[in-house]
């Protein structure tokens, strides 16, 4: 499987907790996304980086929300303190940035629940 | 404010038939449109794309329609098979968002035997 992975696929938290989800890209992608999908909405851009460039944090809704990237592959995305509107899923995607299509593949997703 | 709106939550269409897809976008500055196909508990996956210096493009079954005057884009599956059967995204990117797209809230095709 050369595609993207993220960890874990499912996490069940109290409120007031803290959650690290996980992403592994495609080998050989520059550009990492996160995304997320509440009930019934669209894909929400989260945050996104390019190699070795500061990241694209405008879409993260608080500061409870950060993340990471470590060695240009692995990526972690942080929430502190969950609260219950933090419920969904968490998607993670990558891309060349060469080429006109740009097209970015997603991972299936962490689903999370703040309960 | 929703710069890109699918406003048909669902869609059910006869297996052979045509299915048309719509999606409304109020950002003129848009550049690059995509579709992307979601099926239950897997990530989305990308499916066709169009620049805005296109009115059409075309893959196997599936045709994109751009009218940039109208700010509306249409994706057509013909002739619409029971593996259609997922739900359908579409995304835009401004060239000065570079890589950050912009979704619609999707629309759930199903495709009847």
């Known amino acids: 499987g050369a595609g993207v992975s993220q960890s874990p696929s499912n996490k069940v938290t109290e409120k007031g907790k803290d959650v690290e989800l996980r992403c592994d890209p495609i080998s050989g992608h520059t550009a990492l996304y996160w995304y997320r999908q509440s009930l019934g909405q669209g894909l929400e851009f989260l945050i996104y980086?390019?190699?070795?460039?500061?990241?694209?944090k405008s879409g993260l809704p608080s500061d409870r929300f950060s993340a990471e990237r470590t060695g240009g592959s692995v990526s972690t995305l942080t929430i502190q303190r969950t609260q219950q509107e933090d419920s969904a899923v968490y998607l993670c995607?990558?891309?060349?940035?060469?080429?006109?299509?740009?097209?970015?593949?997603f991972g299936p997703g962490t689903r999370l629940t703040v309960t | 404010d929703q710069q890109v709106k699918q406003n048909s939550p669902s869609l059910s269409v006869q297996e052979g038939r045509i299915s048309i897809l719509n999606c409304d976008y109020t950002?003129?500055?848009?550049?690059?449109f995509l579709w992307y196909k979601k099926y239950p508990a897997e990530g989305p996956t990308f499916l066709i794309s169009i620049s805005s210096i296109k009115d059409k493009n075309e893959d196997g079954r599936f045709t994109v329609f751009l009218n940039k005057s109208a700010k509306h884009l249409s994706l057509h599956i013909v002739p619409s098979q029971p593996g259609d059967s997922a739900v359908y995204f579409c995304a835009a990117r401004t060239f000065q968002g570079a890589q950050k797209l912009v979704f619609g809230q999707g629309t759930r095709l199903t495709i009847n035997p």
């Open positions: 980086f390019q190699g070795n460039s500061a990241p694209d």
């Open positions: 950002n003129s500055m848009f550049d690059y």
């Open positions: 995607a990558s891309s060349k940035t060469s080429g006109a299509a740009y097209e970015q593949y």
